[in-house]
């Protein structure tokens, strides 16, 4: 059973960070790509940042220069360090693995909160 496990979200002010983890168990990890998504209330999810099995990454233009994507295969998890926070930030964060190029899953977590507010 494939399971990823968000953690991390909480409320930070304007200029904050936050650091979300996600654990990944029931799959192969080091063969996944791997992402963090997000949706804000009325808003379609996007994409935030995606790092491949190979570790070559990529950001939203927004976020550029302000997050950082980053996975430890040792410990079936990835990261996404979130610097300068911004009220546009706030959405429920997801947690992505995309097996297709190896034929297999794409999963998803159930998503952790993040609230940026003064």
């Known amino acids: 059973q494939v399971q990823l496990v968000e953690s991390g979200g909480g409320l930070v002010q304007p200029g904050g960070s936050l650091r979300l983890s996600c654990a990944a168990s029931?799959?192969?990890?080091?063969?996944?790509?791997m992402g963090w998504y997000r949706q804000a209330p009325g808003k379609q999810r996007e994409l935030v940042a995606t790092?491949?099995?190979?570790?070559?990454?990529n950001y939203a233009d927004s976020v550029k220069g302000r997050f950082t994507i980053s996975r430890d295969n040792a410990k079936n998890t990835v990261y996404l360090q979130m610097n300068s926070l911004k009220p546009e930030g706030t959405a429920v964060y997801y947690c992505?693995?995309?097996?297709?190029?190896?034929?297999?899953?794409?999963?998803w977590g159930q998503g952790t909160q993040v609230t940026v507010s003064s």
């Open positions: 992505n693995a995309d097996g297709r190029r190896s034929l297999r899953g794409n999963y």
């Open positions: 029931g799959i192969i990890f080091s063969i996944y790509a």
């Open positions: 790092v491949t099995s190979g570790g070559s990454t």
